[in-house]
């Protein structure tokens, strides 16, 4: 069962309360998705980190129901 | 798992860059895989890769290796480098390129 993009939305506004999501329905399917998030948490991380923290926000959902998410993860000075 | 982490462990050490990949480089079996391949291709890089839809332990076992839940996974002297997007943003700012350079790994396309 895929996740909708609101649901995708409220566990990364979870996360990251300050981020600003940006998310595309790549194929207009509800499942696969672009998402590019901002937020200051990711300062002085590593892109494997970053995207860790991601991943970490979408509580065992990457890979499974989310199977199709390209991810960009930046601070908002970038 | 350990017999997979040796197996795993054992092809990133007797090979400079492997990618965990779904399909084969002639056919990638999605287009996250795809993009990989298509950057290592246009280096002109030799690489490993594994197709993990051949073995789910595999499938399974390189998730839990690297604790990082999708495919693929491309790794460089044995370090991780990072999925389809990290991949593809190193590529694109060159830095893939400076990591494989620093490695001592030779590209024919320089950045």
Redesign the interface.
């Known amino acids: 069962m895929a996740m909708s993009q609101d649901q995708l939305k409220i566990y990364l506004l979870k996360a990251f309360p300050d981020a600003v999501i940006d998310i595309k329905d790549l194929a207009g399917d509800n499942d696969h998705f672009a998402a590019t998030v901002t937020s200051s948490a990711f300062h002085g991380k590593s892109r494997i980190q970053q995207h860790k923290m991601v991943f970490d926000a979408l509580e065992g959902h990457m890979g499974t129901r989310l199977h199709a998410l390209s991810l960009k993860t930046q601070t908002p000075k970038e | 798992m350990s017999e997979v982490f040796d197996k795993i462990r054992n092809d990133l050490a007797s090979h400079d860059i492997v990618l965990y990949m779904k399909g084969n480089d002639k056919f990638p079996m999605c287009?996250?895989s795809a993009t990989v391949v298509q950057i290592l291709k246009t280096l002109k890089v030799e690489f490993k890769f594994v197709d993990v839809l051949q073995d789910m332990e595999i499938r399974e076992g390189i998730?839990a290796f690297t604790?990082?839940?999708?495919i693929p996974q491309l790794y460089v002297k044995g370090e991780?480098v990072?999925?389809?997007?990290?991949v593809r943003?190193?590529y694109q700012m060159g830095e893939l390129q400076d990591l494989l350079a620093e490695k001592g790994i030779s590209t024919s396309v320089s950045s």
């Open positions: 287009g996250f998730k604790n990082w839940p999708t991780f990072g999925g389809c997007d990290i943003e190193m």
